[in-house]
């Protein structure tokens, strides 16, 4: 059993996603929906805190929420250790980035697909603060990215149903590419969406 020695293989969905963001031009806004809890921690986690890294490597501008009053920590949580991730030097890798301007995390509401449509039309008015406290409005990020049509990729980590949700309400009324990163038990169900 030991040393452990599985082959880690990239499905080729795995790869059509990581291609699609790799493809975006720098400043492409991206939405993350972080809609799971700490029990989908080794399943949802690691893909959240993956794309942050790809996002701020890429130089692109994440714009992170929550559906479920669980992810808002599950975001916190992934944020700050990508924010505060170190190089192989021991330097910070993304020493410059601006909460406001390089991303945002606009933090939790309920309501899902009142909330999904409400930022189809206006982040600002769906969210007048971010998870901080701040107004959104005035931060530049907004100023370019207004709406969930803005947005080049959406992402939704979840381990409950939020990506049927997301896929009528905001991917397909929007023409957004979705990417759905779900549990191992969820994703028979979304297979027909992708075919």
């Known amino acids: 059993l030991l040393p452990i020695g599985f082959d880690v293989e990239v499905t ?9 963001m790799e493809s975006l031009p720098a400043g492409s806004a991206v939405l993350i929906s972080v ?7 080794p399943e949802n986690y690691p893909v959240l ?16 929420l929550s559906l479920i009053p669980d992810g808002r920590g599950m975001a916190t949580k992934g944020l700050d250790e990508v924010l505060h991730a170190l190089g192989p030097d021991g330097q910070p890798l993304y020493p410059d980035l601006v909460n406001g301007v390089d991303y945002s995390f606009l933090g939790y509401k309920s309501g899902t697909n009142a909330v999904i449509v409400a930022v189809g039309e206006s982040f600002s008015a769906a969210f007048p603060t971010d998870s901080q406290g701040q107004a959104t409005a005035s931060q530049p990020i907004f100023q370019r990215v207004r709406a969930l049509k803005d947005v080049k990729v959406l992402v939704n980590t979840a381990s409950v149903g939020m990506p049927e949700a997301w896929l009528p309400y905001g991917a397909q009324e929007y023409n957004v590419p979705m990417i ?5 038990v969820s994703t028979v169900q979304y297979y027909p969406f992708y075919d």
């Open 49 to 64: 805190v993956s794309v942050l890294h790809q996002c701020f490597r890429k130089k692109l501008k994440p714009i992170l």
């Open 180 to 184: 759905v990163s779900c549990t191992a």
């Open 35 to 41: 809609d799971f809890g700490p029990s989908a921690i």
């Open 12 to 20: 080729p969905e795995v790869q059509k996603g990581f291609d699609l």
